[in-house]
């Protein structure tokens, strides 16, 4: 098994066992691991950086904003679970595909839902734009993990 760019970053920023919220920081890391390992993607690099401010008691989480790349497809991925101001909506994708995505998103997320600007732990300006105005490279937001797979799922795979 070959090591990731995903695997080194983490293994150079793990967070001290006395973290409270250390047990978030890890179902990250792995929920990254397990898509990557479910999807069969080898290919897992670290785009950006960002800081998880948690509720009390109040830590400061170093976290990877990171890319899933199969053929023709990349996904950039970022959960802030301590951010109040993005819940319900905790996790930003960002697809970017050789052909338009044309199929359902099953109330996923909102298809005309514009971003403004760059999302912190982001450093992919072009790819922030709604799915109804560029179907081939798009930004949502979505609610939990469950919807992340659910979208991988439905973009992975290209005709």
Same mark, same amino acid.
């Given at each position: 098994? !070959? @090591?990731?760019?995903?695997? /080194?970053?983490?293994?150079? *920023? *793990?967070?001290?066992?006395?973290?409270? /919220?250390? $047990?978030?920081?890890?179902? #990250?890391?792995?929920?990254?691991?397990?898509?990557?390992? $479910?999807?069969?993607?080898?290919?897992?690099? +670290?785009?950006?950086? #960002?800081?998880? %401010?948690?509720?009390?008691?109040?830590?400061?989480?170093?976290?990877?904003?990171?890319?899933? !790349? $199969?053929?023709? +497809?990349?996904? !950039?991925? $970022?959960?802030?679970?301590?951010?109040?101001?993005?819940?319900?909506?905790?996790?930003?994708?960002?697809?970017?595909? %050789?052909?338009? /995505?044309?199929? =359902?998103?099953? *109330? @996923?997320?909102? =298809?005309?839902?514009?971003?403004?600007?760059?999302?912190?732990?982001?450093?992919?300006? !072009? %790819? @922030?734009?709604?799915?109804?105005?560029?179907?081939?490279?798009?930004?949502?937001? &979505? +609610?939990?993990?469950?919807?992340?797979?659910?979208?991988?799922? &439905? +973009?992975?795979?290209?005709?």
């Amino acid at each position: 098994m !070959a @090591l990731s760019e995903f695997d /080194y970053w983490v293994a150079q *920023n *793990n967070i001290p066992e006395q973290f409270a /919220y250390g $047990k978030g920081w890890w179902e #990250y890391v792995e929920l990254i691991r397990r898509f990557a390992h $479910k999807f069969e993607i080898a290919d897992v690099r +670290v785009v950006g950086h #960002y800081v998880v %401010r948690t509720p009390p008691p109040e830590e400061e989480l170093p976290m990877p904003a990171v890319t899933l !790349a $199969k053929t023709g +497809v990349e996904v !950039a991925l $970022k959960w802030d679970f301590g951010a109040p101001s993005s819940w319900p909506r905790e996790w930003t994708v960002s697809i970017r595909r %050789r052909s338009p /995505y044309a199929g =359902p998103t099953f *109330n @996923l997320f909102d =298809p005309s839902s514009i971003f403004e600007g760059a999302r912190r732990g982001f450093r992919i300006r !072009a %790819r @922030l734009r709604p799915v109804s105005r560029e179907p081939a490279r798009f930004t949502c937001e &979505l +609610v939990d993990a469950w919807d992340v797979a659910t979208l991988l799922r &439905l +973009v992975l795979h290209e005709p």
